[in-house]
C-alpha cells in the first residue's frame, strides 16, 4: 500500500502561481508513471500532467506553457509548479501513483483561481 500526501492548494488571484506537492511513502522511481489529474465541479476528471520512472514528462494541452511537472527523487515527491493561472484552472487537484498496474490516489487539494 502506497499513501500519498498532497498540499499547496488554496486561492489565488488570475495570473498567480501555486505549487503542489504529493509526497509518497514509496519510491518513486521504479513506478509506471505518476501524474496530476484535476476535477472541476460538474466535470469529469481530467489528466493534467504525468511523468514516469525515466523522467518523461507530458502535459494537457492547455497547461503545456503554464504548468511543470518535476520530482525529488530523495525526498519521494511529486510537484506541480502552476504558473499564470487562470479561472479556468479552478478544481480539485489529485496525485496519482501507478506501480505495477495498480493506480494509488492522494485525498485532493482544492485549487482556487479567482479575483
Known amino acids: 500500500q502506497v499513501q500519498l500526501v498532497e498540499s499547496g492548494g488554496g486561492l489565488v488571484q488570475p495570473g498567480g502561481s501555486l505549487r503542489l506537492s504529493c509526497a509518497s511513502s514509496?519510491?518513486?522511481?521504479?513506478?509506471?508513471?505518476m501524474g496530476w489529474y484535476r476535477q472541476a465541479l460538474g466535470k469529469e476528471r481530467e489528466l493534467v500532467a504525468t511523468i514516469t520512472g525515466y523522467g518523461i514528462t507530458d502535459y494537457l494541452d492547455s497547461v503545456k506553457a503554464r504548468f511543470t511537472i518535476s520530482r525529488d527523487i530523495v525526498k519521494k515527491t511529486m510537484y506541480l509548479q502552476m504558473n499564470s493561472l487562470e479561472p479556468e484552472d479552478t478544481a480539485v487537484y489529485y496525485c496519482?501513483?501507478?506501480?505495477?498496474?495498480?493506480?494509488?490516489w492522494g485525498q485532493g487539494t482544492q485549487v482556487t483561481v479567482s479575483s
Open positions: 514509496g519510491s518513486i522511481v521504479t513506478i509506471d508513471r
Open positions: 496519482l501513483y501507478r506501480r505495477s498496474g495498480v493506480d494509488y
